[in-house]
């Protein structure tokens, strides 16, 4: 088995990030009566205190003091209009709470031997589709080998390749062809083990054929089996590089983490022969099975653009659509003018099997190593026919080497509280990092559009780039439910720095606009097909796709404007403290500090400028109707550096709150002097552990510098013409096009085809 050299250069990690790196339980800690019936009472607390501060601070003025100037209305409404807002997104998170809570106590795990059972009886086919482009190796790599070591059977790995499939730089070309030599890398690693349980599951369904009772040999023969395939992964963990907090993750948790549950499977097995007794046929019939499908999985690769008839739009949906839409077929390729085709064949050589399932997976994700096989068991049962997605809502690996990223995961794990609890109202969202899809589901989505003569068929909707959220309106307009997996199975990357970061929250949030009104229209189809649609579903839907954009403009109102005094009241800071308290608790039992609930306000500080860019992106588009380019968030070792905007912006949201607070010193408005102050604080704050004074130095350095750069393209040469008058036609491109496009260049009729035609593969 391939192995790489442990040595590596120790990271330097700054001071106050994340120590350990053990992740959180699979299974959440039950929460007690008293913890959901607290938070039963945060909910009532936020309500009643929104109520009393209208009540008692807003309608009081207008009665005790008659009809007050329009200044002072407008000011009384504009004020009211942002704290209600923003009180409404404070109760959603507390309400979604609630139901990941209730979710959590009532959740009952499926015992292994249920799903190996189910399994021996069931052998639905899954693919998993992991879209890459200009990614690390070493990130592909781990992605690939947790989804190649799923416990699962009838198992295809499919690295979809988006970058140019020909580059000219030979830096560029010679990472492709690594990254198109993993999947081959990953099953020679795995052929040893895939054969030897092959050859042992064989073995033993030949001597059990006359249902012979197992014996304690085979027991023991059965537990040898295990121990190997654990010492096998053991010696692969222990060659791995560890450079950092992930790679540490994948050593341990994945490779060592299925070594180990294979090495109990066995000491089991050992206890059983030494007490003299043996399990039951079909289940030593199982865990043969078990270890024959944990190794058999069949990796490949496919890259869309190197056929002229699949769309070649830069984003992530339409790579995934690419793949889809060719499944279940097989197909000829056709070499024309225009470059490599693929046509519909029934003896077609490229051959892409179909699929009960898929799983979209990105780049950077990790899945423990029952992650399919629970999942499919779940949507596999009576009662969820109709759940078109699940998936479990990924985590952040612990032990992050950056303040930033640390802060960004404790964010990422609340999102996952979050998901979890919107499941509980049936209004979950497709989350398309780690989502497993019926594909029957995707079949009744689909919109086919000709264009050039090829059908382009998308399931994963690409107006957006937050296409997981749009595609799971349409699920819900076709009648079809998604449901979060109340346990912890998948890990994702966070941002290391506050260039990948920007570049991952301006993505997030744009869209959410665009998509309400198909969410309206969804609605109304529902409830005409007299479906029930709760106004907490509702209401929690609406928050997910726009909170960021009210929550946006109404902090810059409440930074900017100075507002009158006496619309100020303990009040309405009574109305969020239920909020701060509830996420603070959160947070500590994720493992994170209380106080981070201040950091956090001051992170979303610093951020305000990147979601407001990314509203205005949505607005740009509603306006203009033309897509906004899919940006992928950067996953390298070094650091991004950030707009110039981003760096700017909050060193002025900082100098405007310490102008705000002098003023209202000044004018005695202390009220507003407190907010100012805090404010500014906690952006000061915020800039130096996230950004950092130097990095926004060199980041404004870059910025003001590098228009001045242009990168040097690669020298190319061109075969010398022939004059004018002599220029033969390119007769090809004539018959294939119908045009004159091919006419009078002598190089293009003498050079190579501009897709080299790829050896025919079986398989994709």
Not at 495 to 521: C, E, H, T, Y
Not at 657 to 663: A, C, E, F, P, Q
Not at 727 to 737: G, K
Request: charged share 20%.
């Amino acid at each position: 088995m391939p192995t790489t050299p442990m040595a590596a250069p120790a990271r330097k990690r700054q001071w106050g990030a994340e120590r350990s790196t053990e992740p959180l339980p699979t299974i959440h800690v039950r929460p007690s009566d008293r913890q959901i019936a607290m938070s039963r009472l945060a909910i009532v607390a936020t309500v009643a205190f929104w109520v009393l501060y209208v009540v008692y601070t807003i309608l009081r003025q207008f009665i005790d003091n008659g009809t007050q100037n329009f200044r002072f209305t407008t000011e009384a409404v504009s004020y009211v209009i942002v704290v209600t807002f923003l009180t409404f997104s404070a109760l959603m998170y507390l309400v979604a709470r609630q139901g990941a809570l209730i979710r959590f106590r009532d959740h009952v795990r499926v015992p292994r031997a249920e799903l190996d059972r189910h399994f021996a009886q069931n052998h639905s086919s899954i693919t998993v589709l992991v879209p890459s482009y200009s990614e690390e190796l070493v990130v592909i790599r781990s992605t690939l080998w947790s989804a190649a070591l799923q416990e699962y059977p009838e198992m295809r790995v499919v690295l979809l390749i988006d970058d140019p499939p020909f580059p000219t730089d030979t830096a560029v070309a010679a990472k492709l062809d690594q990254a198109r030599g993993i999947a081959s890398d990953i099953m020679d690693a795995l052929s040893e083990p895939r054969q030897r349980f092959a050859d042992a599951r064989m073995q033993f369904e030949l001597e059990t054929m006359d249902n012979a009772e197992p014996t304690i040999e085979s027991v023991r023969q059965l537990a040898y089996q295990y121990f190997w395939a654990a010492d096998w992964l053991e010696t692969m963990a222990e060659g791995e590089k560890i450079e950092d907090h992930v790679d540490e993750f994948f050593a341990d948790q994945v490779l060592r983490g299925l070594s180990e549950e294979l090495a109990l499977v066995g000491t089991a097995l050992t206890a059983a022969a030494d007490q003299g007794e043996t399990p039951a046929i079909e289940r030593m019939a199982e865990l043969y099975r078990r270890l024959d499908w944990t190794f058999d999985a069949e990796i490949s690769t496919f890259e869309r653009k190197k056929y002229a008839s699949l769309s070649h739009e830069a984003n992530k949906a339409m790579n995934l659509n690419s793949y889809i839409g060719l499944m279940g077929d097989s197909y000829d390729e056709e070499q024309t003018p225009n470059g490599l085709v693929l046509r519909p064949s029934v003896t077609g050589d490229f051959i892409v099997p179909d699929s009960d399932y898929l799983l979209t997976l990105d780049a950077d994700s990790v899945l423990l190593r029952d992650y399919c096989l629970r999942l499919v068991y779940f949507l596999e049962q009576p009662e969820n026919a109709r759940v078109a997605v699940t998936q479990t809502p990924y985590s952040s690996f612990r032990g992050a080497g950056t303040r930033i990223e640390r802060l960004a995961g404790a964010t990422t794990d609340i999102q996952h509280l979050l998901h979890q609890g919107m499941s509980y109202y049936n209004a979950a969202f497709w989350v398309g990092a780690n989502a497993v899809i019926r594909r029957e589901a995707l079949v009744d989505i689909v919109e086919v559009e000709n264009v050039g003569g090829f059908d382009i068929k998308r399931y994963v909707q690409d107006r957006t780039v937050i296409e997981d959220t749009e595609s799971s309106v349409d699920l819900g307009t076709h009648g079809w439910t998604i449901v979060n997996y109340p346990e912890r199975l998948s890990y994702s990357a966070t941002p290391p720095d506050f260039g990948s970061l920007v570049v991952q929250r301006r993505r997030w949030a744009n869209g959410g606009l665009l998509i309400m009104p198909k969410f309206v229209r969804q609605v109304r189809e529902r409830r005409a097909r007299g479906e029930r649609v709760t106004f907490t579903e509702i209401a929690l839907r609406t928050n997910y796709m726009t909170s960021i954009a009210w929550a946006s403009f109404g902090l810059i109102f409440l930074l900017a404007y100075p507002y009158d005094s006496r619309l100020l009241s303990p009040v309405v800071v009574l109305a969020a403290v239920p909020y701060f308290l509830c996420m603070g608790f959160d947070l500590r039992r994720f493992g994170y500090r209380f106080t981070d609930i201040a950091r956090i306000y001051g992170f979303n500080l610093i951020l305000l400028p990147v979601n407001l860019a990314g509203v205005f992106k949505s607005i740009e588009q509603a306006i203009t109707v033309k897509k906004i380019p899919f940006s992928r968030t950067p996953k390298v070792k070094d650091r991004t550096a950030a707009p110039l905007l981003y760096v700017v912006a909050p060193y002025v949201i900082v100098a405007f709150s310490v102008i705000t607070l002098w003023r209202d010193v000044i004018a005695g408005n202390w009220g507003n002097a407190a907010f100012a102050g805090l404010n500014a604080f906690l952006a000061l704050t915020a800039i130096i552990a996230y950004i950092g004074i130097w990095n926004s130095i060199v980041d404004v350095w870059i910025a003001m510098t590098g228009w001045l750069f242009v990168p040097v393209k690669p020298k190319t040469t061109t075969t010398a013409s022939a004059t004018d008058g002599d220029a033969p036609i390119d007769w090809r491109s004539v018959l294939y096009r119908g045009d004159t496009d091919g006419l009078g260049s002598t190089t293009i009729a003498n050079a190579e085809p501009r897709n080299p035609a790829p050896t025919p593969r079986k398989g994709a």
